[in-house]
């Protein structure tokens, strides 16, 4: 609560969250458009995530602060190379696909994806990404689910008359149907 405080009364370009004992930090740059974390140990590790939207800082913060490093792992595309983040949301989207070589790290992606911007249609025949979610919003991400739905092998339905632009529906299947589960 202090920290959401702090950080909505205030305009700076960067904050730096540091958690000395485990050698992690969290650094939030909102006129960049970027959230990095760092974690020191053994293995030095550096992660950057492109932010499109700026209510991602607070709970991204809130994250750390209850998890360390590890607390983030799902919060959205991060890339080890800072230079990835110039790429277009396109392809930060098909790189981090790319990456995803099992159907069980697909199936928990798409979960990921899901649970934060999508819902079951009233039916509960479909899930439904980016619910109403113009087609400019969440672009990276929408280049990735598309790729895992492909890979997965799942069915894509054609969304209803009167839905957002950018909303994706997908017929339901017992394998997200855990997952799914489990992330609501």
Same mark, same amino acid.
């Given at each position: ?29 909102? !006129? ?109 991400? !929408? ?31 017992? !394998? ?9």
């Amino acid at each position: 609560m202090a920290f959401s405080a702090f950080f909505r009364g205030r305009e700076s370009g960067t904050y730096i969250i540091k958690d000395e004992p485990a050698r992690q930090r969290l650094v939030l740059m909102p !006129r960049l458009g970027v959230i990095s974390r760092f974690e020191d140990a053994d293995q030095p590790r550096s992660e950057h995530l492109q932010v499109d939207r700026p209510n991602r800082y607070l709970p991204g913060a809130m994250l750390f602060f209850e998890n360390g490093y590890a607390g983030l792992d799902y919060f959205g595309q991060w890339f080890s190379d800072l230079s990835d983040l110039d790429a277009s949301p396109e392809t930060r989207g098909a790189a981090r696909a790319a990456a995803i070589t099992t159907e069980a790290a697909a199936i928990g992606e798409v979960a990921r994806i899901w649970a934060d911007s999508g819902s079951v249609d009233p039916s509960d025949q479909y899930y439904v990404f980016f619910d109403s979610h113009d087609v400019d919003d969440d672009r990276a991400e !929408r280049a990735e689910l598309l790729q895992l739905i492909e890979f997965l092998g799942l069915e894509r339905a054609d969304a209803p008359t009167g839905a957002a632009g950018g909303e994706v529906w997908v017929v339901t299947d017992p !394998r997200l149907d855990a997952e799914c589960a489990r992330w609501s």
